[in-house]
């Protein structure tokens, strides 16, 4: 019987690996946290050493050793939103790249004690930081007991204002589309906003208001949606009945499709007579039908940015000066000149 079986064997060591493969232990350590700068023929003969010796790398002991257990935290309320998803592929291929693991917990109910209960799990399983996607309206520092001793960063609110944050730059992409409509012509733009539970439609519902003031223009009563395709469609169908509306900022690129749907099924033009900007860009945006003109949100660099700010706390460092992440407007065909311009 070999000497890793039976409950009194003991267990292989580190330098039993580097003794049986005859390596360096810090070979043996670069090998078990997965690390680039081995050599593959050594990495193999390391990792052969371990199976045959049985040994397993002991995370917790190199957490004792090193303070740290390179691995991060990420909470957030849905992985089923366009955004979300962006912000969950950017996280991990960014914290790969500077030797961090994620451990995902989604929350199901956007309630302050699951946030806190989704924050204490997340110290059980000794983690060095978190990041907290945040987009719905119920986090300020009473709220919710973030940890003093665990270095956050929130995307998606500025409640935290002690806390380092990161998020898009709403305002600025919702003062591009109406600014937009505006130069084609457009007398007023109606707009299709978010539920006002949400940090970024209120933003971007506040910034639409004050480009149609700053040009002393009607500011017409907002029409509300959940992101969703079908709200969209069903403020669509009261839109596309209404010719004395000619141009719409829809506060997301779902609820933007669902208003082309209604314009379809009733007859209504677009862009000949309506015209239509979005927000997020989503992959399938430029296929909608006509292409959709849009604000283009940096998902990828919001994730990495949000990562570097959270590397920074944890091991010390300049932080990345990084808080809110521009955006571009990006012009398709669903915009054109009002009718008889």
Known sequence: MGSASGPAAKKASAADVARH????MQTVSRVARDLENVQPATRDRVRASMVELGYSPNRAARALRSGRFHTIGVIMFTLSSFGNTKFLEAIAEAAGLVGYTITLLPVSQRTRGEVTGAIARLSEQAVDGVVIVIEADLLSEDDVDLPADVPVVIIDSSRLSERPFIDTDQALGARLATQHLLDLGHETVWHIAGPQTFYAARRREAAWREVLESHGREVPPPFTGDWSTGSGYRAGLEIAR???????????????????????????DVPSTLSIVGFDDMTESESFWPPLTTIHQHFDEVGRSSVAMLVAQIERTTPTPVTMVPVDLVVRASTAPPPGA
């Open 21 to 24: 493969a005859g390596v360096s």
């Open 242 to 268: 209404r010719p004395e509306i000619t141009a719409v900022f829809v506060a997301n690129d779902g609820m933007a499709l669902g208003l082309l749907r209604a314009c379809h099924e009733l007859g209504r």
